[in-house]
């Protein structure tokens, strides 16, 4: 039996079994890529273990051959020719390249012309007729070898001035192939869907690979090539589309792929492919698949996916599990702050909000956009979350709250693309599953909200521009925007009601005062009251601070208050506007601190986003942590900042531009740059532990001592250190951009790569990549290799998380360069490592393996124990991807050996999977089974619970393989459990194969 005898029975049998390619895998112990190249003729010589591997699922093959013509050829692939079932080898190109030609176009006459043309596209010699006679002379010698010299060829024959190669049906694959065709046709136009399915299988079984595969580009690129290629592509996405109705999406899958590995580029395949792999439980595998072709067009034709692709992808990502067990609702977000604690009168304005939502319905016929603009400090954030709270119940799906920093004094403006990122991860979309493109992500923002009821309040909106593009595209929604500017831009293509917010009446200035100092003081002194309103020029912002003054001084008169606001406000500081000459108020409440609390006053007007904490604080001012704490206490007493979340306070846009002027004004320029230093090396320091308690086996960093003064949190738990990570991430973010602002480029880089891990887990890609490329200015302003090696090595990562290919690349040559030019064996060693895993997710295992030995060699070098057993591992990996087994196993173990007996058990935890999935491989169900159990525990005992879930999955694959649905039932349901708490798109494929379970 030759490879082609042996691929032919092999496909018989496994189709008729009902088996996919990898199911077949996993059930004889083979590797995917073995059964793949056996099935395609590849494989001529089997290794004995394989066909015993076969044997014992299938039998034995075939004694018998299958009938054959005499002659048959093929150009369904690879150019063949066999006679009496064996193969016959034409080895002269030319020859080869004219039975090619002529067997695409079989019972046509081909001319002469045309032939040379083909065989000679560029400068045909003179006598290039004669040598076409003697070519079709040899061919007609092996083709008819009993014809006798006189005699009329029957196979290739002269027809006026061309040739005609004529063959039967079964004699050419091309004709079968197009035979299969008309029939399945017939059979779909009659109703018939299962014969219909059942041609198209047979037509498409008649392809080993590209038309010609092995012929000139030229003859590759006929028209005649062409037109069978886009057949055949039109076949496997009839067929595919005939199989998912039929509830067979399996064999769909498989031929999709086989398909696409020759097209890569083909998005058509690529979508029905997605839609495939979503039909049969593989959900992740889909969105996976988008991610490769979306990075794939971008590099090699730098264009988006099309609407179809995208389409695919988001309906993906709206669909149920396929399975009816446990299905999760959809995240009900509730973002809104906290309710304004005293609010009183804005009764008009309330008004006017409830009736732009009434005129819409009940549930809302259309979108409602409302916006209140005005002056700073008039109040519109509070009127916003008041009447927001108010309404929440109109709204079941949730509330979303966003600060667009239109007007913010520490930075830039939010851009649409970050706002629709962090709206799309507060509507619980997994870091995996928020496309890269700004408007793929604002696309699936409106898709996620659409038929849904939600609240949004986009608080401090910089223009309309910044607010378009989070509008939603259906009713049912309502959004609120509060902003400086008029936004006359949402009236006319948005059809938003504005409403220009003036400053409270009198009246509610006066209940908005009396409710801070009681009803009976305002009475017993109404005139004062009427006083200390204008001088706070009725802001509510300014009315807060002396209110709250106030009553932590009851004894003293509002007479006397209204001498000190006269008396006190800084010279110069009063204008023509009111958020200008509510400066006085600002004034007044600031005089009245302690010499403490106002010198943290001033310098917290200094940080970037003019949110702190106590630690913060603490090191800002050089103080103790406890006398922080006290100085925080005061100015929330004195309404001058506000308690936004326990033990996180925030200063108004308008108090920090004020505290900032008033330190530039008293605070000498060391002494603010000072408690700068302390802010950049608190936030330093504590991201360098927090990185360490989330990867303990990563470098440290050779950085300067901190500064004396300077108190970061107490971390000692990777619990505490992700949780102090989630709550920073904005203000270390922003410390990045002050600090390459500011020639801080030692802190920028250091802290750019200190916060790379937690953002790269945690899929907050493009903020990593903004960092990083503020990380690797700054690295390069100092001259400091290793610094730029890391970054750009943090940047590869990032764009390839982006599936962005093209730009990662660069980013790995540059760090190779770098650490090379250094010395640095721990930078190679990452390099190499960060290589190896792009090539290995492009299916390139043997370059993976070239680079994984390079940092073997390098973690070595350096004397890192735990890169050096990691990258054993990775070798391990690498031959088991290979199918060299017995290799892999050496290797997995030598890592083991290393790895054992280190602190941190992630890495051999790693490798007991890598042991189980490589004894798996060779048929040892127990031992996989002992191997996935121990990497079960460790990183359970670590933490790594998506690890943890990975690799209860293989352990459920593997007792399946051994027979036993029980316990892969319930590995596969742990498995599950883990990926739902931790939102992940892994869990569409767990859910499929427990699905597939319950049917057997």
């Known amino acids: 039996m030759d490879g082609e005898q042996l691929g032919e029975w092999l496909r018989r049998c496994r189709r008729a079994a009902g088996l996919t390619q990898h199911e077949l895998a996993v059930r004889s112990g083979l590797a995917e890529r073995a059964l793949r190249d056996i099935e395609r003729g590849q494989v001529r010589h089997p290794h004995p273990r394989t066909m015993r591997a076969l044997t014992a699922v299938f039998g034995p093959p075939d004694a018998t051959p299958a009938h054959r013509p005499p002659l048959t050829v093929g150009v ?83 027809v006026g001035n061309g040739y005609q190669l004529r063959l039967t049906g079964e004699q050419l694959d091309l004709a079968q192939f197009n035979d299969r065709l008309a029939r399945a046709r017939d059979a779909r136009t009659g109703g018939d869907a299962e014969t219909a399915l059942r041609e198209l299988e047979q037509a498409l079984a008649c392809w080993r690979g590209p038309v010609l595969a092995d012929a000139p580009p030229n003859l590759r690129q006929h028209p005649a090539a062409a037109a069978a290629a886009r057949r055949r592509t039109a076949a496997v996405l009839t067929y595919a589309d005939t199989a998912i109705e039929r509830g067979r999406p399996d064999p769909a899958c498989e031929r999709l792929q086989e398909l696409l590995a020759e097209e890569p580029l083909h998005e058509a395949l690529a979508a029905r492919l997605m839609r495939a792999l979503a039909a049969s439980g593989q959900r992740a595998a889909a969105l996976d698949l988008f991610a490769a072709t979306r990075a794939r067009l971008a590099d090699e034709l730098g264009i988006e996916p099309d609407a179809a692709l995208h389409e695919a992808y988001l309906d993906i990502l709206r669909a149920r599990p396929a399975e009816a067990e446990r299905p999760r609702a959809p995240a009900v977000p509730a973002q809104l702050p906290l309710d304004v604690p005293g609010f009183s009168g804005r009764g008009r304005e309330l008004r006017w909000l409830d009736a732009g939502l009434a005129d819409a319905g009940d549930p809302p016929r259309s979108l409602v956009v409302a916006a209140l603009t005005g002056t700073p400090g008039c109040g519109k954030t509070a009127v916003a979350v008041h009447w927001a709270h ?23 403006a939010m851009v649409p693309a970050e706002a629709a990122r962090s709206l799309l991860e507060a509507l619980d979309v997994p870091p995996d599953g928020i496309p890269v493109s700004p408007q793929a992500q604002l696309g699936l923002y409106r898709s996620l909200l659409a038929g849904r009821r939600v609240l949004i309040l986009l608080d401090n909106a910089r223009d309309a521009e910044q607010v378009r593009p989070l509008l939603p595209g259906s009713p049912g929604c309502a959004v609120l925007v509060t902003s400086r500017d008029q936004l006359r831009g949402l009236l006319a293509t948005s059809n938003a009601r504005l409403l220009t917010l003036d400053l409270p009446s009198p009246h509610d200035a006066r ?24 001088r706070c020029a009725r802001l509510p912002l300014a009315l807060a601070i002396v209110g709250a003054r106030a009553a932590t001084r009851p004894r003293l008169a509002l007479s006397a208050i209204t001498h000190e606001l006269a008396t006190r406000n800084l010279d110069g500081l009063s204008g023509p506007d009111a958020a200008t000459d509510a400066r006085a108020a600002f004034s007044w409440s600031y005089r009245t601190l302690s010499p403490a609390a106002a010198t943290a006053f001033r310098l917290i007007g200094h940080t970037a986003t003019g949110s702190v904490t106590a630690d913060v604080t603490a090191s800002l001012t050089g103080a103790a942590t406890p006398a922080a704490h006290r100085v925080l206490e005061e100015l929330t007493d004195a309404n001058l900042v506000t308690e936004s979340t326990p033990g996180r306070y925030h200063l108004h846009s308008l108090l920090r531009a004020y505290a900032a002027e008033l330190s530039r004004a008293l605070d000498a320029t060391t002494a603010r740059r000072q408690a700068l230093h302390r802010l950049l090396d608190h936030h ?59 020639g801080w480029d030692s802190h920028c880089w250091q802290l750019a790569h200190s916060v790379s891990t937690f953002l790269y887990a945690r899929g907050h890609w493009h903020d990593l990549v903004a960092a990083q490329r503020s990380a690797v200015r700054a ?183 051994a027979g036993d649905g029980a316990a892969a039932r319930a590995a596969w349901q742990q498995a599950r459990d883990i990926l739902d708490g931790l939102r992940h798109a892994d869990t569409a494929r767990v859910r499929g194969l427990l699905a597939e379970l319950s049917t057997r």
């Open 779 to 961: 690295a390069r302003r100092l001259g400091e290799r290793t610094g730029e090696g890391h970054t750009h090595l943090n940047l590869a990562r990032a764009y390839s998380a982006l599936g962005r290919g093209a730009r990662m690349r660069p980013h790995l040559r540059r760090a190779l360069a770098l650490f090379t030019r250094s010395g640095d064996h721990g930078g190679l060693a990452r390099a190499h490592n960060a290589i190896a895993l792009s090539h290995s997710r492009q299916g390139e295992h043997g370059r993976a393996l070239h680079h994984n030995q390079q940092a073997l060699t390098h973690y070595r070098l350096a004397g890192n124990a735990n890169g050096y057993g990691q990258a054993l591992n990775d070798i391990g990996w690498g031959y088991a991807m290979l199918g060299r087994h017995r290799l892999a196993l050496r290797y997995c173990r030598r890592a083991l050996a290393v790895l054992g007996g280190l602190a941190d058990p992630t890495e051999a935890a790693h490798t007991w999977d890598s042991l189980g999935y490589v004894h798996h491989r060779l048929g040892d169900h127990a031992r996989a089974v002992a191997c996935y159990e121990r990497a079960v525990a460790l990183f359970r005992e670590n933490g790594s619970r998506y690890h943890e879930a990975e690799s209860l999955t293989r352990l459920g694959d593997t007792h399946r393989a």
């Open 511 to 534: 209940r908005l005062l009396a409710a801070r100092i009681g009803a009976q003081r305002t009475a017993a002194e109404p005139a004062a009251v009427e006083e200390i309103i204008a």
């Open 76 to 158: 369904l692939g690879s150019l063949t020719v066999h006679r009496d079932g064996h193969p016959i080898e034409i080895g002269q190109p030319m020859l080869r390249a004219l039975l090619g030609l002529l067997a695409l176009q079989p019972g046509q006459t081909v001319s002469r012309e045309h032939i040379v043309d083909v065989l000679w596209p560029e400068n045909p010699p003179p006598t290039c007729l004669k040598l076409l006679q003697g070519y079709v002379g040899q061919l007609r010698s092996i083709l008819e070898p009993q014809r006798t010299p006189r005699a009329p060829a029957q196979v290739l024959s002269l």
């Open 684 to 742: 330093l320091a504590t991201a360098r532990t927090a990185a360490t308690l989330l990867e303990p086996a990563r470098e440290q960093l050779t950085t300067a001592p901190a500064t004396p003064g300077v108190t970061p949190p107490p971390l000692a738990t990777r619990e505490q250190a992700l949780a102090w990570f989630a709550a920073e991430r904005g203000t270390l973010l922003a410390a990045i951009r002050r600090a390459e602002a500011g």
């Open 390 to 412: 108010r309404v929440a119940h109109r709204f079941p799906d949730g509330q979303l709250y966003l600060d667009l920093r239109g007007f913010d004094p520490g930075g830039p």
